[in-house]
């Protein structure tokens, strides 16, 4: 069984919710990653995604846009990216790791070498934004004969349909884009979140994360109730966004708001 | 290729090339418009509703022109401009914004978008934006927002919201970027006018077929005019909606040689240009799998080209299969070169054009001469060049 399969089974049986955080590999300098992943772990965190900075994030708000930006200057790529997974695994063996980003510096690796090196550093899950199922075949593929569960997403628009179809395709959990639009943005409608949740609970036997529009404790516990966990990332981002003279005091935020949220989703 | 060119298949690829490269949000949205696509390009009074705006709005059919002139002075083929910059709003453009636009009311969107480069393609949508009242927002990188500020304000005038974006190198491709986040974040009335060759299928092949009317036109004026086919076609190539639009209906005319003219900039050898065709490698971005200029890490790199409408990293995905088929073949100007082209145009048939097609004329000037007198080039000339007056002017320290 997967890293991820057996995180969600786990958390399902003592019926707890997934908190999974987001960051962007390298923001705001690639030193700074490693210790936080660690902290976000003892945060409370059961499942990381690391974000692989991309010079286009089109799907990105532009919280996750400056991230990428600042991961970028320092060079940061998706080689590095594997070496900080590798570092990370040295030290923790439970924490499942996805990598999130777009699919073109998959491509420039190439899918086989890809998938080889995402091995080779106990990736547990691929989450490629822009490969929806549709193009993911040769991809998706090379990552499960290698144990790693490739990611897909899910939006409001998406038919039963296409819910199957990633159902078919992806493993480890589907990821519910719980709002139209770009990373960051405004507010998610739980009530809308909810309904959703049943038609994809109704065509999917995988653990749902629900992300998009989560920036505190009480939205977490509420999201994270309607579906099997949940996704912070552009709320995380802006504590680093805010204290980019202070990485220090950015962890200790970022940590703050995980342990309420833990706190809140637990109770 | 003996068998009648037939491409993209039905999911949009040509051959390893193009593809629905996109978040999930935006399948829902371009399997729609694929859908309506399909039902409308056969539907007899939406084609009639189309020729009739090409011909009474934009001013179709565009004259196939002798420059004779210039001819004689390079002493070779005979040249013939497809004088796409008569077109209303001057370029080609509006061939397929006109198209779209008719698309979008017809699927009940209220609200378009687009991205742009030169102003070229955001004045083409802005001006059927306002003929159909719909609200119209372009993003336009800021680079190009200073560079072009004449489009800039003819796109005001025409009642669009124009959007400088500030993210990347600020120029065409972040244009694209950002005009993506608006539609998926307004998917429900909003409809995207992409102005190339590019984005996710069915773009690239609904493009090219409502700017298929440059060759359609280009291929019988020349049949009515020197009683056969051309033997080269000439074009020049950013995201490569002109070329594409004047080689379609030749791709099985196996004589005619079809050459795309991407932007060399600074010279391909220094890396500041923009010609992934001649100089970069495959790759996705922006919903589609084409050449793109990218470092070793599948970052996409900053383009240069003194033509902000050829300053894109990518390229169509249907040039992309054309040149590994060899059945077109691509070549590069330098901003220096293009200039020339740009003034012996200017000089020798008393037509301006916009610096995008000047690289046609830049290569066109270099191939005539080696052709026999008997020969015939098609260049399209794809826009005029009222818009590169401020850019020609500075180039050339010349204050207005």
Known sequence: MSRLAATFEALARSGRKALIPFITAGDPRPDFT??????????????????????????????????????????????????????????????????????????????????NAAQRADIDGVLTVDLPPEEAGECVALLKARDIDPIFLLAPNSTDERIKKMDVAGSGYLYYVSLKGVTGAGHLNVADVEAKLKQIKANTRLP?????????????????????????????????????????????????????MRQAMDS | MTEKYNM?????????????????????????????????????????????????????????????????????AQIYLKREDLNHT???????????????????????????????????????????GLECVIYMGAVDVVRQSLNVYRMKLLGATVVPVESGSKTLKDALNEALRDWVTNVDNTFYIIGTVAGPHPYPAMVRDFQAIIGR????????????????????????????????????????????????????????????????????????????????????????????????????????????????????????????????????????PALESSHAMAYTMKLAPTMSKDDIIIVCLSGRGDKDMQTMAQREGIEL
């Not at chain 2, 935006?26 to 509703?49: G, S, T, W």
């Not at chain 2, 002798?66 to 390079?74: V, Y």
């Open chain 1, 34 to 115: 490693l210790p936080m992943m660690h902290a976000m772990v003892e945060a409370g965190a059961d499942a990381i995604e690391l974000g692989v900075p991309f010079s286009d994030p089109m799907a990105d708000g532009p919280v996750i846009q400056r991230a990428s930006e600042r991961a970028l200057e320092y060079k940061m790529s998706l080689r590095r990216v594997l070496a900080i997974a590798t570092e990370f695994r040295k030290t923790n063996q439970q924490t499942p790791v996805v990598l999130m980003g777009y699919v073109n510096p998959i491509e420039a690796m190439g899918y086989e070498d890809f998938a």
């Open chain 1, 208 to 260: 749902v994360a629900i992300g998009f529009g989560v920036k505190d404790a009480q939205t977490a516990k509420t999201v994270a109730g309607l579906g099997d966990g949940v996704v912070i990332g552009s709320a995380l981002i802006s504590k680093i966004e805010a204290n980019l003279d202070d990485p220090e005091r950015a962890k200790r935020e970022i940590v703050d708001l995980l342990v309420a």
């Open chain 2, 8 to 76: 993209p298949d039905e999911r949009g690829h040509f051959g390893p090339y193009g593809g629905m490269f996109v978040a999930e949000t935006l399948m829902l949205p371009i399997q729609e418009l694929n859908a309506a696509y399909q039902q409308y390009l056969d539907d007899p009074e939406f084609i009639a509703e189309l020729d009739a705006d090409l011909k009474h709005y934009v001013g179709r059919p565009s004259p196939l022109y002798h420059a004779e002139r210039w001819s004689r002075e390079l002493g070779g």
């Open chain 2, 90 to 132: 001057g370029a080609h453009k509006i061939n397929n914004t006109i198209g779209q636009a008719l698309l979008a009311k017809r699927m009940g969107k209220t609200r378009i978008i687009a991205e742009t480069g030169a102003g070229q393609h955001g004045v083409a949508t802005a001006t059927v934006a306002a003929r159909l």
């Open chain 2, 217 to 352: 036109e280009a291929k019988q004026q020349c049949l009515d005019q020197v009683g056969r086919l051309p033997d080269a076609l000439v074009a020049c190539v950013g995201g490569g909606s002109n070329a594409i639009g004047l080689f379609y209906p030749f791709i099985d005319d196996r004589s005619v040689k079809m050459i795309g003219v991407e932007a060399a900039g600074d010279g391909v050898e220094t890396g500041r240009h923009s010609a992934p065709l001649c100089a970069g490698r495959p790759g996705v971005l922006h919903g589609n799998r084409t050449y793109l200029m990218e470092d070793d890490d599948g970052e996409i790199i900053e383009t240069h080209s003194i033509s902000a409408g050829l300053d894109y990293p990518g390229v169509g995905p249907e040039h992309a299969w054309l040149k590994d088929t060899g059945r077109a073949e691509y070549v590069n100007i330098t901003d220096t070169e293009a200039l020339e082209g740009f003034h012996a145009l200017t000089r020798m048939e008393g037509i301006i």
